[in-house]
């Protein structure tokens, strides 16, 4: 267990284990650095680096909530590869984490020696952003882990067809904290202001840029089959932009794929080969 300290005075929970190679893994929106406890196991011969962004986790919440934006994150990621002492990295970017991995792409692309999108792109799709809505910020309603992992089986069986009771009792408790009045959100609830003002403020950037600064960089994208966020159409579009691309489809997996599917470990390994 780690801290470092951001050039804003916040407190930053990462953890660095292994030896090989680095891969930075960044969670998905409200997630944190448990959500790769899946993928953990299959990549012990690399140097695994998660963090919890401003808000989420361990991490500190901001005061000042506007800075829950993609930008001031990606400069968190920037303090923590200096902190680290790290020139280099591969980014693994699950949602949230994808995007700032291509804003890395425009910004700071001299930092990234490989990238890989797990189920998102540059177009969201409008489904899979009012989805997210209902649930940001929202205090959860299960008083236990094993009441909230029935929940999570039945929000997600057509996304994720046949996935056990128990894997969700795992998700659950990466997801809520215990507390003597039930569960808890792990993050701090004011995202959710921070995202409804951030889309009142006007159009948001045309990612197709963010996307295409990284032609430069080994570059795979792995979507869930099912997935409501990153739409076919855009999965081609970004081939047909970026020659060098690779990516994977999961069957039976949604946003998000856990990480541990034999597809998504050989499309990881494969970039990783490549960067």
């Keep these: 267990m780690a801290f470092f300290t951001t050039s804003d005075d916040r407190r930053i929970f990462f953890e660095d284990t292994g030896t090989g190679t680095p891969v930075l893994c960044l969670a998905g929106l409200t ?3 448990r959500d790769f406890a899946f993928l953990a196991p299959h990549i012990t011969d690399l140097r695994m680096i998660t963090m919890d962004y401003r808000g989420r986790g361990q991490s500190d919440h901001d005061p000042d909530y ?4 993609i930008i001031r994150e990606s400069l968190d990621v920037v303090e923590l590869l200096d902190h680290l002492g790290l020139d280099r990295v591969a980014i693994l970017g699950t949602s949230r984490g994808g995007l700032i991995a291509m804003t890395l792409a425009v910004s700071h692309p001299e930092r990234l020696s490989g ?3 797990n189920d998102v792109g540059p177009v969201i799709e409008s489904v899979g952003i009012a989805k997210i809505m209902e649930y940001v910020g929202k205090q959860p309603v299960s008083k236990t882990y094993d009441e909230a992992a029935l929940v999570l089986q039945q929000a997600m069986e057509q996304q994720f067809p046949g996935v056990s009771l128990a894997r969700w009792r795992q998700q659950a408790d990466f997801q809520y904290e215990q507390t003597q009045n039930g569960l808890t959100l792990r993050y701090d609830p004011a995202l959710r202001t921070a995202l409804l003002e951030q889309a009142a403020a006007g ?3 045309d990612l197709w840029m963010f996307f295409e600064a990284l032609r430069g960089i080994p570059t795979g994208v792995i979507r869930g089959a099912n997935s409501d966020v990153l739409g076919k159409d855009t999965l081609a579009e970004m081939h ?5 691309l690779i990516s994977a489809e999961i069957p039976d997996r949604g946003h998000v794929p856990f990480l541990d599917e034999p597809q998504s470990l050989a499309l990881i390994r494969n970039v990783l080969d490549t960067a």
């Design 31 to 33: 997630r944190n650095s």
């Design 66 to 69: 506007i800075n829950y934006n």
């Design 115 to 117: 990238v890989v999108l």
């Design 203 to 205: 159009t948001p950037p």
């Design 240 to 244: 047909k932009r970026h020659s060098g």
